[in-house]
């Protein structure tokens, strides 16, 4: 196994974890677990794949990425109840797998297209869409919507690996560079709530002062 397809299957079963927890959240049976786990863990490499036109995509062509994930929902199934806060266990499983995903979405859109610019926008959508499909699926707030970063941790995992790539940094160093980079940003959310400035319109203009 190399280094990208050991941080494939960390990250997958890492996010299938996370929509397992969701769904112990939501207090659903053993199916409802599998399936926001696949989804949560397949689903941003899935989106990938088709974005790339590299079909079959992943998980049909090595069903192990599934039984991973299955594996992942039943080993929450019986263990959730042992944590105290689910929610921010999931928020920091969440900023792992993003952390993850964001690399090795990045290394397949470099290696299919040879497009940094390419690349760092699987990483992004490769990290954040199986998260995005969770929340909704699960009536979770969407973590896409809380104020503090999220999408930019991918962009920047992704863009640090695709930069250190391109200087000619060693596999295992670009993406280890690229993972920490992402978490460090996501995990400085969580904890401290960095967050941009939110847009703040200016008032509307009376309709008179439009004609």
Known sequence: MTPLEGLDYAG???????GALAASRK?????GFGFLAAVTGIGGGTFRDLILGETPVFW???PA???VCVAMAALVYFTAHLVESRYRLL??????GLAAFAVMGAAKGLALTGSPITAIVTGMMTATFGGI???LLAGEPSVLMR???YVSAALTGAGVFVAASLFGAPLVVASAIGVVSAFAVRGGAIRFGWAFSPYRPRPGRPPEDVM
Do not use: G
């Open 12 to 18: 997958v079963a890492v996010f299938a974890a996370t």
């Open 27 to 31: 207090q659903l049976d053993m199916i």
């Open 60 to 62: 049909v062509q090595k």
């Open 65 to 67: 990425y599934l039984v």
């Open 91 to 96: 928020l920091w499983l969440d900023a792992i």
């Open 133 to 135: 499909l969770r929340d």
């Open 147 to 149: 104020p503090e970063i």
